[in-house]
């Protein structure tokens, strides 16, 4: 999602090199007997052959699956090409036609795929931005969710019951005041990047000693915060469900320093003027997908082994969007 740019440039060579030899020529039709509930009444995609794609984690790979079984509960034939590696595959999938639709990230498009430096504040703005902007690349960006997939703190409860840290200016403050109480755990990355770590320093006014800061990969440092005193802080991603099954609390970002990565529908621009009834189907799904949602939808999978695509399809038929059948 947060690809850095010269990560971005890397990805996208070896992308190319996938998506244009065998990267989509795999996929396999959607063949869940599913019918319209709230959303797709009189199946308007009736005769539409459509295939869906998504990156490879988990929880762009549920929103990949909802969307496919949307548009066959509408009356569509469904491909199903979700799970391509990396933001690329899937970016260069839409743009080519090679696949209609799929979630992406506003804070990944206005800076990774459009190249902006600097981040806008406003979420509503953010998103206006992108979508207007990429709509020249053949791109159509749909009102994105609540859903916001960005950077946090976070900290046990356990440890947090001493510290009682609710906001990153509280951990500045509390590095001011105690310096050698506050460690942290951190990608590389996140360590490196100015809308990572050195940024979120200057622009809190705190500086942690070089010696506290730990840097690992990101499923070790859930469980270092967690569960060893190692790292009393640790960076997360505010949607993964492993937040609330290893008992964190994620601080909140009072100054609004990370960036806004609200999940989007994004839909090849010749589909979309062809079938505009998508918006009116995948928009009651976006209004209803908030972080806290994602967070256990994505524990179903990241916690408790469960299949993306059941996932996807139980929470669609709970909230009354189709039914099996």
Known sequence: MRTTTYGFRVLAAASLLLVGGCGLKSGSPMVDEVSPGSVGRGEPLKGATLTVTSKNFSENIILGQMTGLVFKAAGAEVIDRTNLPGSISAREAIINGDADAQWDYTGTGWITFLGHADPI????????????????????????????????????????????????????????????????????????????????????????????????????????????????????????GRIEAMDLDVLEDDKDFFPNYNASPVIHLATFEKYPVIAELLDPLAKKLTTEVARTLNAKVDVEGEDPHEVAKEWLVAEGFIEEG
């Open 121 to 240: 504040v406003d979420p509503k703005k953010q998103y206006e931005a992108v979508r207007d902007e990429d709509r020249g690349n053949g791109v159509v960006w749909l009102p994105p969710a609540p859903l916001d997939n960005t950077y946090a703190l976070a900290i046990s409860k356990k440890n947090n019951a001493k510290y009682r840290l609710k906001t990153l200016s509280d951990v500045a403050a509390l590095a001011k005041r105690d310096p050698g109480a506050v460690t942290i755990c951190v990608e590389n990355e996140f360590a490196s990047r100015d809308d990572g770590l050195p940024g979120m320093e200057k622009k809190y006014g705190m500086k942690i000693p070089a010696g506290n800061i730990q840097k690992m990969d990101a499923g070790i440092i859930y469980t270092q915060v967690s569960e060893s005193d190692s790292c009393l802080l640790g960076e997360v991603f505010t949607t993964d």
